[in-house]
T-cell receptor, first 112, second 113 residues
């Protein structure tokens, strides 16, 4: 089955700086890579996703990049704000599969 | 507005008790999932279901069973609760095709004493 590894497990940045979270996956058949954000005490919510037919996707201050050859993908948050503080999970899936394989999460703290 | 609800936010049970956790979604989603979330371990899939009466084991099914008698409802059953099942349990649902986005419930924090 798929194995998704996520680093770092914790990340602290100053407000306004950028944050990068990296994930690797093992199954070359995986072609869908979402990122979920979980604020303290709340449920995980999808913030951005990418499919394997593109190498990068941006949505305002967040972007995701994908390197299929190396089997890794990353989340980039620019101009971080205190409300970006949360746990972020990456995941991978292949089309036709019904389930996602999640990484272990990164706790991001943005220091005002 | 999409909605996934879980029967309890907090639950305290004794070792050996049978525990039922219920999840209901109102989005007509085919897929439903049960995860447990523990610090440092992320979201681990217990079971999922892609249709009524269908179920598939996830990564950590031992000690759990599930039931899906209706499309909107997915139950997680702990046949005989143990202290190592103390955790946060999250339910989710998604469409079977098209967008794979999973919508999560608020979670149930289960404590087994």
């Amino acid at each position: 089955g798929e194995n998704v590894e996520q680093h770092p497990s914790t990340l602290s940045v100053q407000e306004g700086d950028s944050a990068v979270i990296k994930c690797t996956y093992s199954d070359s058949a995986s072609n869908y890579f979402p990122w979920y954000k979980q604020e303290l005490g709340k449920r995980p919510q999808l913030i951005i996703d990418i499919r394997s037919n593109v190498g990068e996707k941006k949505d305002q201050r967040i972007a995701v990049t994908l390197n299929k050859t190396a089997k890794h993908f990353s989340l980039h948050i620019t101009e971080t704000q205190p409300e970006d503080s949360a746990v972020y999970f990456c995941a991978a899936s292949s089309s036709g599969a019904n389930n996602l394989f999640f990484g272990t999460g990164t706790r991001l703290t943005v220091i005002p | 507005d999409v909605k996934v609800t879980q029967s309890s936010r907090y639950l305290v049970k004794r070792t050996g008790e049978k525990v039922f956790l219920e999840c209901v979604q109102d989005m007509d989603h085919e897929n439903m999932f049960w995860y447990r979330q523990d610090p440092g371990l992320g979201l681990r899939l217990i079971y999922f279901s892609y249709d009524v009466k269908m179920k598939e084991k996830g990564d950590i099914p031992e000690g759990y069973s599930v039931s899906r008698e209706k499309k909107e409802r997915f139950s997680l059953i702990l046949e005989s609760a143990s202290t190592n099942q103390t955790s946060m349990y999250l339910c989710a649902s998604s469409l079977r095709s098209g967008r794979f986005e999973q919508y999560f419930g608020p979670g149930t924090r289960l404590t087994v004493t």
